[in-house]
Nanobody, 127 residues
């Protein structure tokens, strides 16, 4: 069983930065594809970015490309989401998700490709 615990959310002003963390247990990162999703009030959960266990391409949503970066620390079994130049529209609950390491690029953006989810962490961008 894979368990995911997010942390690092909070209140930040527009233009600011935050780094979210996801602690992974139950399996090593090399065995997983890791993704970040977010859900704003009244909206569906949407894909943000993802990375496979063996590295390679990191598909990223158009709305955050150039501002958000996913990274992982295999030694610590941690995944991070660095968020810069935050905007009010980035306000949402952010979720860490884990899926099979064999996911292909086209499926990495799909919620249904991920088998495990964290509890989410709230990010609020407001002045």
């Amino acid at each position: 069983q894979v368990q995911l615990v997010e942390s690092g959310g909070g209140l930040v002003q527009p233009g600011g930065s935050l780094r979210l963390s996801c602690a992974v247990s139950g399996r090593t990162l090399r065995e997983l594809t890791m993704g970040w999703f977010r859900q704003a009030p009244g909206k569906e959960r949407e894909f943000v970015t993802a990375v496979r266990g063996n590295g390679g391409s990191t598909p990223t949503s158009d709305s955050v490309r150039g501002r958000f970066t996913i990274s992982r620390d295999n030694a610590k079994n941690m995944v991070y989401l660095q968020m810069n130049s935050l905007k009010s529209e980035d306000t949402a609950v952010y979720y860490c998700a884990a899926g099979k390491s064999s996911l292909i690029l086209s499926t990495m953006r799909q919620r249904g490709s991920y088998d495990y989810w964290g509890q989410g962490t709230q990010v609020t961008v407001s002045s």
